[in-house]
């Protein structure tokens, strides 16, 4: 049960490390801040790796970020004042960030006509999003917040931006930072094969931050064409 005296995310992150979660420790928690202490070890973006090892890393990630999804919270989306979720139902949630990166995306022609409305026809196929219960996710989980000592993950980095929905939409999210094979032995790790549903998530992010911010926007353009085809493969 959330307890007032600690911030939103500090709460979440004391009932993650209960769980064996490798996140920070706090140090100092208020209601609106909280320092954590630091964890030592090379991000995973800036680890050289190879391929084989970089693979049973992201297998183990995929295990840890199961686990944290077994923790479920209630309402959906950000929270204001509390963990809870603001909004009603995942699809207004969704809703509520998709509408206005779709009318940005074709105002500013910042995608062409024909990738615009093939996102739209995939965001109508996967209605009605999600129907189980909403999981907390860490919502920020990237090869920058993956701290790894001595080869494994050492922490998990950056909780502030947590919301309450479906699991896989934390998936998705990765899949902008991380290649197919990579990717494919996340999926491994977290005990999943709907990879299709995920890629679903992954166009969901990349239109909103192409039409959102104006740094890596050419990159994110790559990375969505790149993500259309696998989706249209499967």
């Known amino acids: 049960e959330y307890q007032s005296k600690l911030s939103p995310a500090a709460w979440l992150c004391t009932q993650w490390r209960k769980k064996r ?5 706090p140090i100092l928690v208020t209601k609106s801040f909280c320092i954590e202490r630091f964890i030592p070890g090379k991000t995973l973006k800036e680890s050289i790796l190879p391929a084989r090892k970089k693979e049973k890393i992201l297998f183990a990630l995929g295990k840890l970020i199961r686990k944290m999804h077994t923790l479920k919270g209630k309402g959906w989306g950000e929270p204001r004042y509390s963990p809870k979720g603001k909004s009603h139902s995942w699809a207004a949630y969704l809703d509520r960030w998709w509408k206005p990166s779709i009318r940005t995306l074709r ?3 910042f995608l062409p006509k024909k990738t615009i409305k093939r996102l739209e026809e995939i965001y109508a196929e996967n209605l009605p999003f999600y129907s189980g219960k909403g ?5 920020d989980i990237k090869p920058h917040h993956v701290i790894l000592r001595e080869n494994g993950i050492a922490g998990i980095i950056d909780a502030s931006d947590f919301i309450v929905g479906d699991p896989l939409y934390e998936l998705g999210l990765l899949r902008e930072y991380t290649p197919k094979k990579e990717f494919e032995a996340l ?3 977290y005990g ?12 969901y992010q990349l239109a909103g931050r192409i039409a959102r911010y104006r740094g890596r926007r050419g990159k994110r353009k790559i990375k969505l064409r790149e993500i259309l085809d696998e989706y249209a493969e499967l």
């Open 21 to 25: 979660i490798p996140l920070p420790e």
């Open 107 to 109: 105002k500013k022609a």
């Open 192 to 203: 999943t094969r709907n990879e299709k549903k995920a890629l679903f998530y992954t166009l």
């Open 187 to 189: 999926m491994k790790g």
């Open 135 to 139: 999981a907390f996710l860490h919502n």
